[in-house]
């Protein structure tokens, strides 16, 4: 990012770049695709796409299993706009830049946000192909999206995380889940920064700290999207055991084919949500 203006400035001028690609629409609902998740976008209709790099002061998506693009269309029936892709810290990106295209979707009139992530199972009651509605989440990124942009911003920068998962979305998302035959648990969701995967100490740490599962992704895009008022509904998809639980050592490969099996389950779940929304 182009350290001479201002975030604002900076937000101005991307969202500028990006009304221009998007004509009349303007999206209220706004999705976040995980890894391996990127083909959720392919049941988006009538589809603009906006490579990341046609918008000033976009970092790249550098991950192979994200496409690193917008995708706005309409998903159920309702007009959504899609970061088919995410930014994430172990590609480089400061929590400002993981935030940025949150900010970036609220300026744009985005009031609801779902975010989907992979993540290792750390209860042992989960199975791998399962879905968790995110309750709650433990930033262990050690950073915070917010810190650093000035006290003096039209937004609060001391605001409340509680119900920071919107409790009515999370209902229903369960309504939804029920309904299709999805099964889909509730649970703390643990971020980091990885790119290394847990240790199987850390995660039995991390167990007696009520997280149900484990990720790279997910919290600080959650903090910044609380920090401009966005309802917020998360959906991991359980990809694999997180390390040492059931003897497990987790790996990518493993990550990307439970995440291409699995899919179909939580495509059917945030199409339900948004047909409700
Ligand atoms: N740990 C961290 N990130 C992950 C995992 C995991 O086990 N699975 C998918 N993303």
């Known amino acids: 990012m182009g350290d001479v203006n201002t975030l604002d ?74 970061m088919q892709g995410r930014l994430h810290g172990y590609e480089g990106n400061t929590a400002h830049e993981v935030a940025y295209p949150i900010w970036l979707l609220a300026g744009l009139g985005v009031t609801t946000l779902i975010v989907t992530n992979a993540a290792g199972a750390i209860n042992a009651g989960y199975g791998v192909g399962d879905l968790c509605i995110i309750a709650d989440h433990i930033n262990f990124t050690g950073r915070n999206p917010v810190a650093g942009l000035g006290l003096d911003t039209p937004f609060e920068c001391f605001f409340s995380m509680t119900d920071a998962y919107d409790p009515a979305l999370r209902e229903a998302a369960h309504t939804v889940a029920q309904r299709e035959g999805i099964t889909a648990h509730e649970g703390v969701y643990l971020g980091l920064s990885g790119p290394s995967f847990e240790t199987p100490a850390e995660i039995r740490a991390f167990r007696v700290w009520g997280a149900d599962t484990v990720g790279m992704s997910t919290v600080e895009e959650v903090v910044a999207a609380r920090h401009r008022g966005l309802r917020v509904l998360g959906i991991s998809l359980v990809t694999n055991m997180a390390a040492g639980i059931e003897g497990a050592s987790p790996s990518s490969d493993e990550v990307l084919s439970t995440a291409e099996q699995s899919r179909v389950g939580l495509s059917r779940l945030i199409q339900g949500v948004i047909a409700g929304l």
Do not use: K, W
């Not at 001028?13 to 990127?38: D, F």
């Not at 550098?62 to 309409?74: D, I, L, N, P, R």
């Open 9 to 82: 400035e900076r937000l101005a001028a991307s969202r500028e770049a990006l009304c221009a690609h998007l004509g009349q629409r303007r999206p209220r609902i706004g999705l976040v695709l995980g890894s391996g998740l990127s083909p959720l976008a392919d049941d988006i209709a009538d589809a603009a796409c906006i490579p990341y790099a046609d918008i000033p002061h976009m970092n790249e998506s550098t991950v192979a299993s994200h496409v690193g693009q917008f995708v706005c269309g309409t998903l159920a029936g309702r007009e959504v706009i899609c």
